[in-house]
């Protein structure tokens, strides 16, 4: 017996495009499908019921009837907005870098209701009065260990040696951290005997491992009440967005008007402590 001609889901609108004068297509991530594309047929229209309820980042409850190339939009009902969100440009430009996460690491039709449910929770968060920097860093933890890319954050990748609480190294290419020996090609007592040669390894300090690893394997609670010192949390930017840009093997688009965001909110604050 096939699927059912018409089904709902629940989704959060990642991005949307114009598809001749009146319509779109909407790419959407659910819980239960993965991530679709859709055709939402009339949404440009004035007075569309469609319309509000299909822009980029809404939650919503989705009716959908399937077609031959697209599955076509028949009803859609918000959930949530994010208001909170759309009224601040910085919070804005970061939940779109995480749609545009979502929309990156994922494939059409591949279902992972954990990610699903990751993405919902880090918009609520950023609606919100969450640390900005914070809940992007556990998302992109979070949403590499749920996709497969858990990354190696106690043994050494190289040697599988427990990693001591020294300075190491992560490795983007080797996939998590390597050990100070490992790194520089010796062994503990010196002695050459490996190269490892996996694209560019970053210092990581003893304080930024801890931070890591509880991001890994804590909830968000939990890795909102670490407080970061400006220091750290540049190490800590600086490793995942190196890891993810490998995953990737691209650059994330959206990553450059967030940063264009934060610099200037960090001169304007500047500005006014003077």
């Not at 939402?40 to 319309?51: D, T």
């Not at 870098?97 to 979502?102: G, H, M, P």
């Not at 009065?129 to 954050?153: D, N």
Request: aromatic share 8%; glycine share 8%.
């Amino acid at each position: 017996m096939g699927s059912p001609r018409n089904y709902r889901t629940e989704a959060v609108v990642i991005k949307q495009r114009k598809f001749g004068e009146s319509d779109r297509v909407l790419i959407i991530y659910t819980p239960d499908f993965g991530k679709l594309e859709a055709l939402a047929k009339g949404a440009c229209r004035p007075g569309s019921k469609l319309g509000g309820n299909v822009e980029p980042l809404t939650h919503g409850i989705m009716s959908l009837a399937r077609g031959r190339n697209l599955d076509i939009v028949t009803q859609s009902q918000t959930i949530d907005s994010f208001p909170g969100v759309k009224a601040d440009l910085l919070r804005m430009a970061a939940c779109l870098y995480v749609l545009d996460l979502v929309d990156s690491f994922t494939v059409e039709g591949n279902s992972n209701p954990s990610v699903f449910q990751l993405l919902l929770a880090v918009l609520h968060q950023l609606d919100s009065s969450a640390t900005i920097g914070v809940a992007l860093h556990y998302f992109e933890m979070q949403l590499c260990c749920r996709l497969g890319y858990r990354p190696e954050l106690r043994r050494c990748v190289a040697c599988n040696v427990p990693l001591r609480p020294v300075m190491n190294f992560f490795s983007p290419g080797r996939g998590g951290v390597l050990c100070p020996s490992c790194r520089s090609g010796a062994d503990p007592e010196g002695q050459e005997w490996r190269t490892v040669s996996a694209g560019p390894t970053f210092p990581l300090s003893v304080a930024a491992l801890k931070v890591l690893r509880l991001w890994q394997s804590g909830d968000y609670d939990a890795a909102e009440r670490v407080k970061l010192r400006a220091e750290l949390s540049r190490e800590l930017e600086r490793v995942l967005r190196s890891y993810v840009g490998w995953l990737l093997q691209r650059d994330v688009k959206s990553l450059a008007w967030l940063d264009q965001l934060r610099r200037a909110a960090r001169v304007d604050n500047g500005s006014q402590s003077n």
